[in-house]
């Protein structure tokens, strides 16, 4: 697993080194999961529709606002994707809880994730590299909670993902 902080911008550049090493490509599919409805789990619908919107090349991204990949729908998502992307990498993002000093990184690895781990979900493993953001506290104390920094640090990793994804795979000119 490799780590990168969202408060440097020289990161930016690393993490997209990083997803080229792990052969990310314009053939690449998304898999962006997570809700509105609890706000620090907003971070994969945020990426998939900042994608979504920026691309100038089509790539395919799933799980974007309104078009929520949740525990719910998270196998059936799944094993759509692979049944029309059979010979593409899946990359999943999600958010994830860490300890305070852990807050603002991006974690991404080689294999799946297991979503849903924090909140004590036995969901399957998904996914062939795992972008996370870490968010909140795994305290959890501060997951459900809505607040004006946070909404920043959730849109400050978002865009930190997607740019550093469009600069991997030059989606955007």
Request: overall charge negative; some cysteine.
């Amino acid at each position: 697993m490799l780590e990168f902080s969202s408060y440097n911008l020289q990161d930016k550049q690393r993490l997209a080194d990083a997803l080229k090493s792990k052969a990310l490509d314009c053939q690449s599919v998304f898999m962006c999961i997570g809700t509105e409805k609890v706000f620090s789990d907003s971070l994969g619908p945020r990426v998939g529709t900042l994608l979504n919107a920026n691309m100038v090349s089509p790539a395919f991204v799933y799980g974007m606002s309104e078009q929520n990949i949740t525990a719910e729908n998270l196998l059936y998502c799944y094993n759509f994707i692979k049944s029309m992307h059979p010979e593409s990498k899946i990359v999943v993002i999600d958010a994830a809880v860490g300890s305070p000093e852990q807050i603002g990184k991006i974690q991404i690895s080689d294999g799946g994730i297991t979503p849903g781990a924090a909140t004590n979900k036995n969901l399957p493993s998904v996914g062939d590299i795992s972008i996370v953001g870490i968010v909140a506290d795994k305290s959890m104390v501060d997951f459900y909670t809505l607040n004006s920094s946070k909404d920043k640090l959730v849109g400050q990793i978002a865009q930190f993902i997607v740019d550093s994804i469009f600069e991997a795979t030059k989606y955007v000119s």
